[in-house]
Every structure is written in structure tokens, then in C-alpha cells.
């Protein structure tokens, strides 16, 4: 019930866009009028579809405080869909579903491929292996924790449509992270890791590749999926929960998409559409 107004379906999603059209028209108009001598972003036409990690029934990680990954990733999300907003990317959108998760999760990618988005941002928060969980008397009763590993990752397929767009997208946004001074886990290159380790595409910025990963295998459009850190860990959890990292990440996540966007701009058509079948 409390989250019930949140819920983000393919059909007002399609409607909002719909509506968001006739105005951008106009926009579109005027800036044509003015014609840029250099290729440069068009915030208002360019779309960011903000996946909101897991459902409040199947919420993902759970974190030191008992708190919810979901709790955590639409509070971020909507952070970053806010700053985007403002920042003139009237066109981005948070994607919210209910219920069990992987039908979610389909539904989610279904909706992000009939929206035909230029971008799809999943957000999530991170964990460890149930293996590398420690236990400890807290307020309320034992908590599992881990503070071996803080810090974020990003997490591109080879098997989504555009894979070079994906790693560039990912790219733009660990630079935009690291020059705020965050750091990237890398937990994931580990041998302890097992079955969860990661190749490292990026140690300058922290990209991981995840080539099985639903969310970006079957999205037909450059997508990242981020893990803005670990809330098992309770130093950083208390650092994610504030205000002042979620205002930093989701700067650093504006700056990115208009780096992106940008780039996409100046890029041609076609050399987006090799791209793209790489
Ligand atoms: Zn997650």
C-alpha cells in the first residue's frame, strides 16, 4: 500500500511519454531554429529508463539493519530520476514493478524494450556470498554483516545488443564516480568469489562483465547495471543511507548520461548501428 502510488506500468509509462511528446515538439522546433554548429546532447528527447532493482514482495539483499536492497534502490533511483529531471532529461523514467521477482524482472525488460529507450540504468545495492557472512549481536537481535569488501561495481553483457555502448555508458559513469573521489569494489575478481567472480573489463573505473545477466542480455538498448555498494557491509550501509552519497552518485550519474548522450550525438547513425551488432 505504501508504495502502491510508486508502481511504474507499461501502460502509464507509455502515456506519460505519449503526452511528454507534444511538448518536447515544440522544443524540438525551437532548437532546430537554432541550429548548434557542433553536435551536443538533446536532453529533452533523449530517454533514461531507471530500472529499480528487485520488488518490495522479493526486495534482494537484505542489509545490516534489516533494511531492504529495494528499500535502497528506489530511494537511489529516484535520487538520480530527479537530478536527471533537473538537469533537463525530462524524458527519464523510474521503472518499478510488483511481485515475485523474475516475472518482475522479465516484465521490466519487456516494458524497457517497447519504450524504445536510448538508455537503461538497472540499480541495485550489493552483498556477498551467504559463505563470507559473519554474525554479530546487534540491536534487536544477531545481524549478519561483512566488512571485507565496500564500494561500487558496474556490470555490462557481451550479449546485449550494444555492447560497445554499454561499456562506454558504464565507463563515463566510474570515471564521474572515481573523480568524486569513490572507489570500486574488487571483491568480484576474487578466487573466494567462486562461482560469482567477475572478469574485470575496466580497472580504471570498475566494470565487470556479466554476459548471463538478464537485465542487460535481453535489454535491445545500451544497459548498465549498477551496485551502488554494499549494505552488508555496516559502515558503508550507513554511508549508502545518507543523503550526501546519494547526492554524489546521482550527480556523478547526471554528468554521465550527458556525457553519453553527447556522445551519441556526435556519433552517426551508422556507426552506432556497428556498434551496436558487435
Ligand atoms: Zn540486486
Not at 11 to 25: C, D, G, K, Q, R
Not at 123 to 130: A, G, K, L, R, T
Not at 237 to 247: C, F, H, M
Request: proline share 4%.
Amino acid at each position: 500500500m505504501r508504495l502502491a502510488w510508486r508502481y511504474v506500468t507499461f501502460l502509464p509509462l507509455v502515456v506519460t511519454w505519449l503526452s511528454l511528446v507534444s511538448v518536447n515538439a515544440a522544443a524540438a522546433q525551437t532548437a532546430k531554429a537554432a541550429k548548434p554548429s557542433a553536435p551536443s546532447c538533446d536532453r529533452a528527447s533523449f530517454r533514461v529508463l531507471l530500472d529499480v532493482g528487485h520488488t518490495a514482495e522479493d526486495p534482494g539483499a537484505i542489509s545490516v539493519r534489516s533494511v531492504t536492497e529495494y528499500d535502497f534502490n528506489l530511494n537511489l533511483a529516484k535520487r538520480i530520476e530527479r537530478n536527471l529531471i533537473d538537469a533537463g532529461f525530462a524524458k527519464t523514467m523510474l521503472l518499478v514493478t510488483s511481485g515475485p521477482a523474475l516475472p518482475a524482472l522479465i516484465r521490466r525488460v519487456v516494458n524497457a524494450n517497447a519504450a524504445k529507450v536510448d538508455l537503461l540504468v538497472s540499480v541495485h545495492h550489493d552483498s556477498v556470498p551467504e559463505s563470507l557472512l559473519q554474525h554479530m549481536d546487534g540491536e534487536g537481535g544477531p545481524k549478519r554483516f561483512s566488512d571485507r569488501f565496500q564500494g561500487h561495481s558496474m556490470f555490462v553483457s557481451h550479449e546485449n545488443s550494444d555492447r560497445v555502448g554499454s561499456l562506454q555508458f558504464a565507463k563515463m559513469l566510474g570515471q564521474r564516480l572515481k573523480e568524486r573521489g569513490l572507489q570500486f569494489t574488487r571483491h568480484y575478481t576474487e578466487k573466494i568469489m567462486g562461482g560469482r567472480r567477475r572478469q574485470l573489463l575496466d580497472a580504471e573505473t570498475g566494470v565487470y562483465r556479466f554476459d548471463k545477466l538478464y537485465v542487460l542480455r535481453a535489454a535491445r538498448m545500451p544497459a548498465v547495471l549498477f551496485e551502488a555498494g554494499l549494505i552488508i557491509n555496516p559502515a558503508e550501509e550507513k554511508i549508502l543511507a545518507g543523503e550526501e552519497r546519494q547526492t554524489v552518485i546521482a550527480a556523478a550519474a547526471a554528468d554521465a548520461v550527458e556525457a553519453f548522450c553527447s556522445a551519441r550525438m556526435a556519433a552517426t547513425p551508422k556507426t552506432i548501428a556497428r556498434s551496436a551488432r558487435r
